[in-house]
């Protein structure tokens, strides 16, 4: 099962490092086509967005992951597809609801972020709630039977979304910073919409008979709460810290304009090199979660385990290196901005710790402590917030101290996951015959 694993990995790692690709190529160019404040604008909305999306494509999914996996583990194909079905109905049911609520809100969202502007890109961004949802699900169940056709769906996604964008901005681009954002967030809704139509049609008719029960739905709701509840309390405080920083760094010495530009090349540029082996990253913790879930015994489990974070670690210190040793002729050569260089080998320790957050977190929803989790996650982004209260208003840091306080996180939040694992890995007993009941019983 090992090996089969890693053989799927890394044929997703393939399939992510071409949309990463083609993400890395996009930030390059709107680093030297639009404004920093414009990209600062464009990423404060898409974050905000994903908020208010993170119940619908964060913990459903996983959700209907685990528990897919766990019915094909016991053989319940029909189990199986019930939960399927029940979780694209709570997609679309959610996805509707969040658009009826929160699009008549965006004025006073934009207005309580700091910026007005940011009414134009939130207003584009949240209608991509429904095929953003459906698909994410249905890439959770693809996930669940070992398929790596997800990374095909998405790598057309963000090719669509790049030549969007390039036509958007050829055409109306370059006027003000809210329009150029507005013209980014109308690219990415384009190529959700795209992803959707293609993901759907890459899934078998569902018979008749497998109609989902109040059951399946409970046991959606079950799982799924504590993983959204954790990511939208840890993107939650990260729109705090979105919503509080302008006003630290003018402590610090900086105006508001200074402040969106710090935050545009963080966010914009030397964050997302930085988490660029998230490409391999991700895609083992995505496939390992359904295998641990579906494991036969706890040894099992354990051996999946300890071979992914190997894995992980090793992924993680060799991106450390590279970071730390070409992050400034990155920022030089390919961001044309020497700042950025900065940034990206300042940060570079948050590619080692992001790398074993990520798998840790993946494996406990595997071996049923999402709960236990999430409420690590919570108490580690409560600490990040403070911390970045702190640090960020002393003039010596400045943005700096937003990075300090994102490192500080993520080693307290691998401290305590890693002791989570290692205790839930002493009393997981694998997937016994009843596994339809005992694998969903409420958590302890």
């Not at 609801?97 to 007005?116: E, K, N, S, T, W």
């Not at 056709?149 to 036509?167: G, H, K, M, N, Y």
């Not at 391999?280 to 015994?297: E, H």
């Not at 929803?365 to 709960?371: C, D, K, V």
């Amino acid at each position: 099962m090992e090996n089969r694993l890693l053989a799927r990995a890394m044929r997703l790692c393939a399939g992510n490092a071409a949309v990463r690709a083609l993400g890395f190529g996009m930030r390059i160019w709107l680093a030297r086509t639009v404004s920093e404040q414009a990209l600062g604008m464009y990423e404060m909305s898409a974050q905000a967005g994903m908020l208010l999306l993170s119940p619908l494509v964060s913990g459903l999914p996983q959700a209907a992951s685990r528990l897919t996996a766990q019915r094909l583990g016991a053989g319940d194909a029909v189990g199986a597809e019930r939960i399927g079905r029940a979780a694209r109905i709570m997609a679309g049911v959610g996805a509707g609801a969040l658009c009826a609520i929160c699009l008549p809100l965006v004025p006073l969202i934009a207005r309580r972020m700091g910026d007005a502007g940011l009414a134009g890109p939130l207003a584009l961004i949240l209608p991509s709630a429904l095929p953003l949802a459906l698909s994410a699900v249905w890439h959770g169940l693809m996930y669940a039977q070992g398929s790596t056709l997800p990374a095909v769906l998405q790598l057309t996604e963000q090719s669509v979304r790049l030549i969007t964008a390039f036509l958007l901005m050829a055409a109306l681009g370059g006027h003000t910073p809210a329009l150029d954002a507005s013209l980014l967030a109308a690219a990415q809704a384009s190529g959700a919409v795209v992803a959707l139509g293609l993901t759907r049609g890459s899934w078998p008719g569902t018979p008749d008979d497998t109609r989902p029960t109040r059951a399946q739905y409970e046991q959606l709701w079950r799982v799924a709460w504590p993983i959204s509840l954790g990511r939208m309390s840890a993107a939650g405080l990260r729109s705090l810290n979105q919503l509080m920083l302008p006003g630290r760094l003018a402590v610090a010495g900086l105006s508001s304009a200074a402040a969106l530009s710090e935050y545009g090349l963080l966010s914009g540029m030397a964050l997302p090199t930085v988490f660029l082996p998230f490409m391999f990253t991700g895609p083992l913790a995505t496939l390992a979660m359904p295998r641990v879930a579906a494991a036969k015994s706890g040894r099992s489990a354990a051996r999946i385990c300890r071979r992914t974070l190997l894995l992980a670690g090793a992924a993680g210190v060799a991106a450390y290196a590279v970071l730390w040793g070409l992050g400034p002729l990155a920022g030089q050569y390919v961001f044309d901005n020497a700042r950025a260089g900065q940034l990206i080998r300042f940060m570079a320790p948050l590619a080692p710790l992001g790398c074993m957050t990520q798998t840790l977190n993946a494996l406990l929803q595997g071996i049923r402590r999402e709960r236990a989790a999430m409420r690590a996650t919570l108490c580690c982004a409560l600490l990040s917030t403070a911390l970045t209260w702190t640090l960020c208003a002393r003039p010596e840091l400045g943005i700096l101290g937003l990075g300090l306080a994102m490192m500080c996180g993520h080693v307290v939040q691998l401290a305590v996951h890693g002791t989570l694992l290692w205790r839930g890995l002493r009393r997981f007993d694998g997937l016994s015959s009843d596994s339809a009941k005992s694998a969903d019983a409420p958590q302890a």
